[in-house]
């Protein structure tokens, strides 16, 4: 699977920004939000434990981590994992 990652300062600089793009089957929008929390089980068979360990890792940073399409509107074009970190943490 073909994977991108980019990294920006966001917020003015108050965050470290890194963009996970992947060309995979994507994540329906229903489950974008479960997808961190790991509570829904249909989630865990398709994703694991990984981006709820991420999302537990990310907020003792005080970051912030979101699911996007990474093609805006069309969830079959791919997924895009958004992690922020506070600049200097």
Known sequence: MRIRV???LADEGE???????????GIDDRLKEN???????RVRRVSGVGLT?????????NGKVW??????GNHT?????VVMFPNGC
């Open 35 to 41: 997808i961190l929390t790991g509570i829904d089980e």
């Open 15 to 25: 965050f470290l920004r890194l963009d996970f793009e992947d060309w995979g089957i």
């Open 6 to 8: 980019n990294s920006s």
């Open 53 to 61: 360990l991420v999302k537990q890792i990310v907020d003792q940073y």
């Open 77 to 81: 074009k791919g997924a895009k994992v």
């Open 67 to 72: 699911v996007e399409d990474r093609v805006e």
